[in-house]
C-alpha cells in the first residue's frame, strides 16, 4: 500500500487541498504521511489534547483519492488504522488505545460502518480498543 511515516513541515501540500496543512503544523500535534510512488496519497494529524492523550484532529486523502472512485482505495482506513496503532504508543493510562476524534455530522454512519467508531457525543466519536485493534490487523497487517 505505502509507507506511512512522520511528515516534515516541508514536504506538506501547500495547494489543492481542503486543509491548509502548513497553518495545522504545531508544537503539540504531530502530522503523518501516507506516502506511495513518493507521492502524499493522504495526511492524519495527532493532536496532543492533555498528558498522555492524544486525538486524531484531522485526516485528509490527496484530491485524486476523494471518493468512492479515488486512484487509491483504502487510505483513509489505513491512516485511520495507523492512528489507532498510535494511541497505544501515546496514550497512557484509561487513554490507552482509544482513538477519539471529531467528525462532520453527515459521515457519522460512514465511519460508525467502516471504522467501528462509536458516537458518544454529539459529533465526538471514539473507536475502542478491541475495534482499533481489528483495524490495525485489517488495514496494517499489524498484530497488537
Not at 503523518?32 to 484532529?57: A, C, H
Not at 484530491?63 to 489505513?78: M, Q, R, T
Request: charged share 25%; aromatic share 14%; proline share 3%.
Amino acid at each position: 500500500m505505502g509507507l506511512i511515516s512522520l511528515a516534515l513541515k516541508n514536504e506538506l501540500p501547500r495547494t489543492m487541498w481542503k486543509f491548509d496543512w502548513i497553518s495545522l503544523y504545531t508544537k503539540n500535534a504531530q502530522i503523518f504521511k501516507l506516502e506511495y510512488e513518493r507521492e502524499i496519497q493522504g495526511l492524519l494529524k495527532m493532536t496532543q489534547v492533555d498528558e498522555g492523550f492524544y486525538e486524531m484532529s484531522n485526516l485528509e486523502l490527496s484530491p485524486e483519492n476523494y471518493g468512492s472512485n479515488g486512484k487509491i482505495s483504502n487510505v483513509a482506513g489505513c491512516l485511520i488504522a495507523y492512528g489507532c496503532l498510535l494511541t497505544f504508543q501515546l496514550n497512557e493510562g484509561s487513554y490507552k488505545g482509544h482513538l477519539a476524534f471529531t467528525s462532520k455530522g453527515e459521515l457519522i454512519p460512514h465511519y460508525e460502518k467502516h471504522y467501528y467508531a462509536e458516537l458518544v457525543y454529539r459529533e465526538k466519536m471514539i473507536i475502542f480498543p478491541p475495534n482499533g485493534k481489528k483495524l490495525i490487523k485489517e488495514y496494517l497487517n499489524l498484530e497488537i
